[in-house]
Nanobody, 122 residues
Framework: QVQLVESGGGLVQAGGSLRLSCAAS????????MGWFRQAPGKEREFVAA????????YYADSVKGRFTLSRDNAKNTVDLHMTDLKPEDTAVYYC???????????????WGQGTQVTVSS
């Protein structure tokens, strides 16, 4: 069982930056791909970004390409989402997730965190 805890959410003005961090309860290197997802009020949860176990392969949703960067530190069992040039439409609860095996740019992840709120004001 993998437990995930997100941190780093908050309120930021449009054009600003935030870094979200996700800490896993187990070693995730060589076994687990990690991903970030978000869910805005009244909308379905959607894929944001994913990274494979080595950190060499990443996927991004078109809406965040060029603005968000995903990285992981396997020594610390953490994965970070660095968000820049934030827009009001980025406002959502952001969830960290993990899956055993390769990273996929979709919703097929087995373990989920509780989420952290990101609010971008205009």
């Amino acid at each position: 069982q993998v437990q995930l805890v997100e941190s780093g959410g908050g309120l930021v003005q449009a054009g600003g930056s935030l870094r979200l961090s996700c800490a896993a309860s187990v070693r995730t290197d060589r076994s687990y791909a990690m991903g970030w997802f978000r869910q805005a009020p009244g909308k379905e949860r959607e894929f944001v970004a994913a990274i494979n176990w080595s950190g060499r392969i990443t996927y991004y949703a078109d809406s965040v390409k060029g603005r968000f960067t995903l990285s992981r530190d396997n020594a610390k069992n953490t994965v970070d989402l660095h968000m820049t040039d934030l827009k009001p439409e980025d406002t959502a609860v952001y969830y960290c997730a993990a899956r055993y095996g390769t990273a996929v740019p979709g919703m097929d992840y087995n373990y989920w965190g509780q989420g952290t709120q990101v609010t971008v004001s205009s």
